[in-house]
T-cell receptor, first 113, second 113 residues
Framework: AQSVTQLDSQVPVFEEAPVELRCNYSSSVSVYLFWYVQYPNQGLQLLLKYLSGSTLVKGINGFEAEFNKSQTSFHLRKPSVHISDTAEYFCAVSGTGGFKTIFGAGTRLFVKA | EPEVTQTPSHQVTQMGQEVILRCVPISNHLYFYWYRQILGQKVEFLVSFYNNEISEKSEIFDDQFSVERPDGSNFTLKIRSTKLEDSAMYFC???????????FGSGTRLTVV
């Protein structure tokens, strides 16, 4: 079974500042890792995914994440945030042999002017 | 860009009534899913569907729930006898492959009164 822990429930940050949203996972098998974003009253949108290969993955809207197997982490970063990045961000994991994806509790990113 | 379409966007039903939530996944996707998000809680896996059968389901997905793909385009979730605790946002998702990441619909907000 897999589990995901998002270490921060809320992250306030000023516009144009860098941000890191932290995610740790646990699994007894190999995993795929994902970050999704949810804007108010909308569904979840895939930001990026790690399946294999390079541990640094780049996604949409200037976000990137780094897979660290030894620390079982998959932190999301953006060097300079915009007001429009204000949303809820979900880290998620699935076993490579399974069908379901397990989501973390979410981190609310609030970008201030 | 192709999208997953869910209808209705909001449904209010009386406790004990049956509801059917409808979804049109992306046409060339092979895997279909239902997730739910109770207000303020995690996004929870309900069921995955592949090759016209359930491939995996969670402990939430009991005998009160069923899924169907009645034709080549629709994917439905039926709740036979709704309970107050079924009130949640229900998300449909689809994917091309296991591990490719999901495309989510905008959700159906189900309110059981």
């Amino acid at each position: 079974a897999q589990s995901v822990t998002q270490l921060d429930s809320q992250v306030p940050v000023f516009e144009e500042a860098p941000v890191e949203l932290r995610c740790n996972y646990s699994s007894s098998v190999s995993v795929y890792l994902f970050w999704y974003v949810q804007y108010p009253n909308q569904g979840l949108q895939l930001l990026l995914k790690y399946l294999s290969g390079s541990t640094l993955v780049k996604g949409i809207n200037g976000f990137e994440a780094e897979f660290n197997k030894s620390q079982t982490s998959f932190h999301l970063r953006k060097p300079s945030v915009h007001i429009s990045d204000t949303a809820e961000y979900f880290c998620a994991v699935s076993g490579t042999g399974g069908f379901k994806t397990i989501f973390g509790a979410g981190t609310r990113l609030f970008v201030k002017a | 860009e192709p999208e997953v379409t869910q209808t209705p966007s909001h449904q209010v039903t009386q406790m004990g009534q049956e509801v059917i939530l409808r979804c049109v996944p992306i046409s060339n996707h092979l895997y279909f899913y239902w997730y739910r998000q109770i207000l303020g809680q995690k996004v929870e896996f309900l069921v995955s569907f592949y090759n016209n059968e359930i491939s995996e389901k969670s402990e939430i997905f009991d005998d009160q729930f069923s899924v169907e793909r009645p034709d080549g385009s629709n994917f439905t979730l039926k709740i036979r006898s709704t309970k107050l605790e079924d009130s949640a946002m229900y998300f449909c998702a689809s994917s091309t492959l296991v591990g490719s990441g999901y495309t989510f619909g905008s959700g159906t907000r189900l309110t059981v009164v």
